[in-house]
């Protein structure tokens, strides 16, 4: 079974869609396939598609969906040709052996299956432990791996419920991660021009998202474009106090200091970056960079897509 969930539903089995058009049906794929290869209690699946709670007949109406998801199994079992090596193991494979009826709950079994939030996981954890040992090289291939499955938002066009909303969040929480990792390795390689116009994107996107904004901050100071950055941070203030009545951290009005004393108090000539410029975060200011603590980041360049 290959299932995508980063970005629109799509299961497949024997390379068959079994996702279903309707409403329903679909967001119950969606909670199981969210928790393939593991049980979901009915009673989790009932709060799924009915959060206010259960109308009279909801057991007949989820069993229904049931059966509608494994016609759609069954049907995609019986399209392997038989001369296909794998037609006489999935002569054996059922839809009740793929969609599992156990006491209290049901279990999609993937067999072993590919699904790209766990390649996802995978792929970032190798990244962050690259970070971790300071091969920098490495994070960056890894985390741009890990990002470069994002097809869209997790789950898209699949109506949510409680426990797929925490599993959407999550998700949103892992990849920001992930994209702040990138951006910090991307940094620390010392390519801040290259990441100009990725980041003016990301802050585009996340007006409020605090690592991301001072990370641009950053990489404009370090290619001498000290006014941008302090409107970057004006912009992400703005956004803050509109959003959520905060400012920003302690930590990004610090940022805004440095950026300040780099601008107004001219510098002898030996404090320069590799661009010729003042750089924050060089010996020279006994400054850390932005970012030296490790969270998580993305890709040399995002893919396409991975922000829609």
Excluded at 20 to 48: F, G, K, S, Y
Excluded at 65 to 80: C, E, F, M, Q, S
Excluded at 137 to 161: I, K, N, Q
Excluded at 209 to 226: I, W
């Amino acid at each position: 079974m290959d299932v995508r969930i980063l970005g629109g539903l799509s299961v497949r089995e024997n390379g068959v869609s079994i996702t279903p058009t309707a409403a329903a049906p679909r967001q119950l794929l969606a909670l199981l396939a969210a928790n393939a290869d593991q049980v979901v209690p009915v009673t989790v699946l009932m709060e799924e598609l009915w959060p206010s709670g259960p109308p009279r007949g909801a057991r007949a109406e989820l069993q229904a969906h049931i059966l509608d998801l494994r016609a759609l199994i069954t049907t995609a079992l019986r399209g392997a040709e038989p001369s296909d090596p794998t037609a006489a193991w999935l002569e054996r494979r059922t839809a009740e052996a793929v969609l599992v009826s156990l006491p209290g709950g049901y279990r999609l079994d993937t067999g072993g299956g590919s699904n790209d939030a766990w390649q996802f996981e995978r792929a970032a954890g190798a990244g962050y432990r690259a970070m971790e040992a300071g091969d920098l090289p490495r994070a960056a291939h890894r985390l741009s791996d890990a990002l470069a499955l994002w097809r869209g938002e997790p789950y898209a066009g699949v109506a949510a419920g409680p426990h797929l909303r925490m599993e959407i969040e999550r998700l949103e929480v892992s990849r920001l991660s992930a994209l702040d990792q990138w951006v910090e390795a991307q940094l620390r390689l010392g390519r801040h021009f290259e990441m100009i116009s990725e980041l003016s994107e990301l802050v585009a996107r996340y007006r409020t998202n605090e690592p991301l904004h001072g990370q641009f901050m950053v990489a404009l100071l370090r290619c001498g474009r000290q006014d941008e950055a302090l409107e970057v941070y004006q912009r992400l203030s703005i956004g803050l106090k509109k959003a959520t009545g905060t400012e920003p951290s302690a930590r990004l009005r610090r940022l805004q200091r440095s950026i300040l004393t780099v601008r107004d108090v001219p510098r002898p000539a030996f404090a320069q970056t590799s661009f010729g410029r003042p750089g924050f975060g060089d010996p020279a200011f006994g400054q850390p960079a932005f970012g030296e603590r490790t969270s998580a980041l993305p890709p040399a360049r995002v893919p396409a897509g991975s922000l829609v």
